[in-house]
Nanobody, 125 residues
Framework: QVQLVESGGGLVQAGGSLRLSCAAS????????MGWFRQAPGKEREFVAA????????YYADSVKGRFTVSRDNAKNTMYLEMNNLKPEDTAVYYC??????????????????WGQGTQVTVSS
């Protein structure tokens, strides 16, 4: 069974930074397109960033471009989301997710097969 475990969330002031981690077990991260999504109270889950199994330029939501960076350490089987210049509107539960193996990039949460339990990020103004 695939397990994805997020960590690194917390409370931060506006303008601050956090780094989220997503540790994968029972799958080899380098064979999977991975994504970060977030869900604020009363809102739908939305795409944040994704990184392909095959390398290449990551995808970002317009709202986080230039502030967030997604990366992957295949040796540690871990994906990261570096979040800088955080804003109150970034407050949400952040989830990491994986597509089935060797699938292309996607913005849609419906196309991701495996999900972590989520980690809360709260940005105070």
């Amino acid at each position: 069974q695939v397990q994805l475990v997020e960590s690194g969330g917390g409370l931060v002031q506006a303008g601050g930074s956090l780094r989220l981690s997503c540790a994968a077990s029972t799958l080899t991260l380098s064979s999977y397109t991975m994504g970060w999504f977030r869900q604020a109270p009363g809102k739908e889950r939305e795409f944040v960033a994704a990184i392909s199994w095959s390398g290449g330029r990551p995808y970002y939501a317009d709202s986080v471009k230039g502030r967030f960076t997604v990366s992957r350490d295949n040796a540690k089987n871990t994906m990261y989301l570096e979040m800088n210049n955080l804003k109150p509107e970034d407050t949400a539960v952040y989830y990491c997710a994986s597509r089935a193996s060797y699938r292309a990039m996607s913005y849609s949460p419906l196309e991701y097969a495996y999900w972590g339990q989520g980690t809360q990020v709260t940005v105070s103004s």
